[in-house]
């Protein structure tokens, strides 16, 4: 069973940086993808990337800020966020596809439900 265990987490000023990271055991993932929830609110998709990493999608608000790589030699995905805002507060949680064959464009329009393993979550707070 596939495994995932993010890290990095903590608290930070605004304008700081933070740089998650999701260790993946137990099998592989294909695409995968980094998602967070603010206290009261839904999860929202941050960023995703393919298999081989030449493939990126980020929402909005975070681009130009965060960026999302994979070491598969390691199988560890990364998030490096740079420019943190306090509305970057939440729980950070890493998810990983688990279907081999499924494209890039799909993985894109399917959002969360692509992703069958999902991590923990690590908190990340950023203060005013």
């Known amino acids: 069973q596939v495994q995932l265990v993010e890290s990095g987490g903590g608290l930070v000023q605004a304008g700081g940086s933070l740089g998650l990271s999701c260790a993946v055991s137990g099998g592989r993932t294909y695409g995968m993808g980094w998602f967070r929830q603010a206290l009261g609110n839904e999860r929202e998709f941050v960023a995703v990337?393919?298999?081989?990493?030449?493939?990126?999608r980020y929402t909005d608000s975070v681009k130009g800020r965060f960026t999302i790589s994979r070491d598969n030699t390691k199988n560890t995905l990364y998030l490096r966020m740079n420019g943190l805002k306090p509305e970057d507060t939440g729980v950070y949680y890493c998810a990983g596809d688990l279907a081999q064959w499924r494209s890039w464009e799909k993985l894109v329009l399917a959002g969360a439900a692509a992703f069958g393993s999902w991590g923990q979550g690590t908190q990340v707070t950023v203060s005013s």
């Open positions: 990337i393919n298999w081989s990493g030449d493939n990126t």
